[in-house]
Structures are given as structure tokens and as C-alpha cells.
């Protein structure tokens, strides 16, 4: 297991956490997974502690391992960026602001971490994450293959992705019906479908990576579905 922080904006001291576990057990080939949790601004250390990490919270004092944890044939490399996620850190305001800026940010990471950790060289390399991941992923997939041809980079692995919010958006009704929390037709489905056109109302203005009318949609089926 390592920790610590690599340097990747010298200029304005701003550097990357990270936080590396070795395969628990040996399989046919050296295989790294690196994590991302979305946001944007949200911690990877949420996937480590949470969800694919070695290690639980037992209690506030007591901390177990987890059984179903990723490491056990794969090494895992989870990593707070961009820079102000986190335990990363950056000494002026220059935060990033665009995605391939954040892709070129994380390459500078990657080429400081094989200085430190060469092996990563020698290993089938896998994106993965969830959520505003969606977005990081694919970018700094294109910057790995049309920069870093040396990186051997396998696979993507993005769950509940936020790829195409307005694709995103306009599915959560149907998906509520399909599964029972909302029936067709009903006060819910109605008040629901009226919010989806306010929704899209204000998507046809200006498309937004947050825009609080949409989010009620998944709000009202969450606080008034059948789950409840």
C-alpha cells in the first residue's frame, strides 16, 4: 500500500492525491484499476472506503476489511482530481475549468507516478469510476492513446456514467414506471411529467452540467415513489 501526493502544476503548487493497493492474490497478468468518483469535486476516497476499497468502517473506531474488494486480483490505484478534490491541492484559484485540461492535468500525474511506480508500465491499464467519471473517463482515455502509446490501456469500466444528462433526464420517468415506483398515469406521473416539460423548457435555453428544474424529476420519484 502508498500514498502521498505527486506534483503536476508546479507553478502553482498544486499536486495529486493518490492512494495504491497491490493485488491481494497473484493472476495471470499485472492488471491496474484506476478509480475515479465523479462530482465534479467528489473525493475517489468515497470508492475506497465505500465501494471497492479493501477497507470498511466497522464503526467510527474500528475499521474491517472488505471481502468484495477489487484488490483481490487487480491492483487498485484510487486518485483525488482534478486539483482542489480532495486531498489534492493547488496554492492560487488556477482550477480546472475544462475537461481536456483536466485529461492533460492527469497525464502529467500518470508521467509522475511511472517515475516513482515504473511497474505501472508493465500493466494492462483500466479507467474506472461512476458518475461525473462519465465525462473524465473517455477524456483521459483519448489523451492515454494519443499521447502515451506506451500506457497499455484495456478497458473503460463507467457505471451510472453522467455521459448525456439530457438523455439522462428525460429517462428517469420511464425508468420509474418500468420498475413499479410510479404508476402510469397516476397524480405522481402526471406532477412528474409536467416537471420533465419544465425541464426541458429550460434545457432548450442552455444546457447545463446542473440544472436544479430537472433535478426535481429524480427528487419527486425518490421522496413520493413506491419505495417509500
Known sequence: MHAGYLP???KHHGALFFWHFASKYTSDKPRT???????????SLIGAWAEIGPFRFQDENTIIENNGSWH?????LFVDQP?????????????????DEMANQFLSFLD????V?????????YLAGESFAGQYIPYIAKEILTKRSKLKLRGLLIGNGWID???IYESY???AVANNLVKNNSVLYNDISNQLRICQRALSKEVHVFEEECYLIMNQILSDGAMN
Open 8 to 10: 503536476v502544476d508546479p
Open 33 to 43: 484499476v484506476i478509480w475515479f468518483n465523479g462530482g465534479p469535486g467528489s473525493s
Open 72 to 76: 483481490m486480483f487487480v491492483n487498485l
Open 83 to 99: 486539483v482542489g478534490t480532495g486531498f489534492s491541492y493547488i496554492d492560487t484559484d488556477a482550477l480546472i475549468h475544462e475537461l
Open 112 to 115: 509522475r507516478y511511472i517515475e
Open 117 to 125: 511506480f515504473p511497474e505501472l508500465l508493465q500493466n494492462d491499464i
Open 165 to 167: 444528462p439530457v438523455t
Open 173 to 175: 420517468l420511464p425508468f
